[in-house]
Nanobody, 116 residues
Framework: QVQLVDSGGGLVQAGGSLRLSCAAS????????MGWYRQAPGKEREFVAR????????YYADLVKGRFTISRDNAKNTVYLQMNNLQPEDSAVYYC?????????WGQGTQVTVSS
């Protein structure tokens, strides 16, 4: 059974940083493409970033490019999202996902709130 546990969210002032983590189990993590998504109140869930199984290839939404960095540690079955220069519009629940074409398994989400 695939399980993803998201953590690292919190309250931060605009311009601050947070690092999200997602610990995975029940799958061959080192062979899995992983992604981060977010959902703000009243909005649809949206793509944030994606990383290939070996960490070599990454993709970012335009809104976060240059501020967020996705990475992974296959020895720890963990994917990370380093978020810098956070802005109020980044406030959302952030979810990691296993991507098999489209997101197939989801973490429980971690709340990120950015105050102005």
């Amino acid at each position: 059974q695939v399980q993803l546990v998201d953590s690292g969210g919190g309250l931060v002032q605009a311009g601050g940083s947070l690092r999200l983590s997602c610990a995975a189990s029940g799958l061959t993590f080192s062979a899995s493409t992983m992604g981060w998504y977010r959902q703000a109140p009243g909005k649809e869930r949206e793509f944030v970033a994606r990383i290939s199984w070996n960490g070599i290839t990454t993709y970012y939404a335009d809104l976060v490019k240059g501020r967020f960095t996705i990475s992974r540690d296959n020895a720890k079955n963990t994917v990370y999202l380093q978020m810098n220069n956070l802005q109020p519009e980044d406030s959302a629940v952030y979810y990691c996902a296993v991507v098999i074409g489209t997101p197939r398994y989801w973490g429980q989400g971690t709340q990120v709130t950015v105050s102005s």
